[in-house]
């Protein structure tokens, strides 16, 4: 059309040829313009935001690139405590009908308090098409899973109950860096060993690394069936036991940093890597954060949980009324890739969840922790959402804080617990 009105333009005899063929200009004229193609997008919202969690999304989204080269990664990852700030944006978002394309959570609780909302699509389907369940361990399966239907795809899994230590600062207090401490009461005189050194013995942080240390404490006393029983009603969190427990979680404290509610776990670790500190308690998300600074920690599980592994299952959902639910399933098919699961296991320290990974392409902490999920007792975590849902969870953080800063007793924690645990 355009050539045929230059030729208009430059010659008078053009004039009758376009009078004759006015109707179906006019009809070309007022065509629209094709559409542009909708950009292919993924808004994938999760907390790892910084340090060393977003190396390892970073490498996640690595792979998801090679695979669907076609669709752009949207970053809506929000910082700050273990998940506790973008889990608020995130109740935000969807009460407002503006869910991410994909979302991450915990398996357990955490999980299901949103299906049981009515948040979640079930993905049966994905499931059945990629064969997911039969290379998935069962207790990674009962994770994500509700009534026996799968609602998101594990991503890695973590162990909870690990107990990093600095070497060099164990020798200078005189202990043996390879000492494993094989009952709490052990691991105790050493931390009083390490405080008459001079050194702190025992890096924390923030109140929900305080919780962590309390659910360590809980299963070293009551062991994997007694600590699993406070969630499910097989244990009395009102017993003596318990009572127990929480007097030792008050010695541990003791031990720890006073300037630990200023701190995240990242600091706390940093500080064992600097020789500030001997111990710190963190699940194995605190691997790359020591190696990175050119420190060969050492690791066992934290004294009395040795045959039990504490859980903690990362998951990618499929939200109701997703904006690009298509996109959305390119990023969970990514995630459930062998390939996947492999880099992301080894950036941030975790395990595959699929048991399809080959132990020969995980790292030195890894191939140990994979051995030990097989082998040992599997619990729910508490403080990252498996055992008990969001709402019991925030009371007792909120308890546990009050408690650590010498404003509650034993008894008055004691109550909380009750209350979280279904009371």
């Excluded at 049966?124 to 998935?136: K, N, R, Y």
């Excluded at 005189?189 to 309390?214: E, Y």
């Excluded at 200023?262 to 954060?289: K, S, Y």
């Excluded at 048991?355 to 392409?361: I, L, V």
Aim: aromatic share 8%; net charge negative; glycine share 10%.
């Amino acid at each position: 059309m355009g050539a045929a009105g230059g030729r208009w333009a430059r010659s008078a005899r053009a004039v009758g040829v376009v009078a004759a063929l006015g109707v179906g200009l006019a009809a070309c004229s007022a065509a629209p313009a094709p559409a542009e193609p909708a950009e292919q997008r993924v808004e994938v919202f999760t907390w790892w935001a910084s340090g060393s969690e977003k190396l390892a999304l970073d490498a996640l989204v690595r792979v998801f690139a090679e695979q669907h080269p076609q669709t752009r990664f949207v970053d809506a990852a929000v910082a700050g405590g273990a998940g506790s700030a973008a889990k608020d944006v995130l109740a935000s978002r969807l009460a407002n009908d503006d869910p991410p394309d994909t979302f991450q959570v915990h398996g357990g609780a955490e999980l299901a308090e949103h299906v049981a909302a009515g948040r979640l699509t079930d993905l049966e389907d994905l499931f059945a098409d990629l064969d997911l369940a039969a290379d998935l361990p069962d207790a990674v399966l009962d994770a994500v899973s509700v009534d026996g239907v799968p609602y998101a795809v594990p991503s890695n899994l973590h162990r909870a109950n690990v107990l990093w230590a600095n070497p060099q600062v164990l020798a200078d207090a005189g202990l043996d860096p390879a000492a494993g401490y094989a009952t709490f009461d052990d691991w105790l005189a050493a931390l009083a060993t390490v405080q008459a050194s001079g050194r702190t013995p025992l890096a924390v942080a923030s109140t929900w690394t305080q919780v962590h240390l309390l659910e360590q404490v809980l299963l070293a006393r009551l062991g994997p069936d007694g600590y699993t029983g406070l969630w499910d009603g097989g244990t009395d969190p009102g017993s003596l036991e318990v009572t127990a427990a929480l007097a030792d979680f008050a010695r541990l404290i003791g031990y720890t940093n006073d300037d630990r509610d200023a701190l995240d776990w990242q600091d706390a670790a940093q500080r064992v890597a600097a020789g500030q500190a001997a111990f710190t308690v963190m699940g194995d998300w605190a691997f790359p954060v020591l190696e990175s600074a050119g420190e060969h920690p050492t690791w066992r599980p934290v004294p009395g949980t040795a045959g039990t592994f504490d859980l903690v299952v990362d998951a990618f959902t499929l939200p109701v009324g997703a904006p690009n639910p298509q996109t959305a399933e390119q990023w969970l098919r990514t995630v459930a890739s062998t390939d996947a699961q492999v880099v992301f296991a080894n950036a941030k320290g975790g395990l595959p969840a699929t048991t399809a990974a080959s132990t020969s392409d995980l790292g030195t902490y890894q191939r140990e922790a994979h051995f030990a999920f097989r082998a040992d007792a599997v619990v729910p975590s508490l403080a990252h959402g498996s055992a008990i849902g969001p709402a019991e969870l925030a009371a007792l953080t909120s308890a546990v804080g009050t408690f650590t800063r010498g404003e509650a007793s034993v008894a008055q924690l004691q109550a909380a617990l009750v209350e979280a645990a279904g009371g």
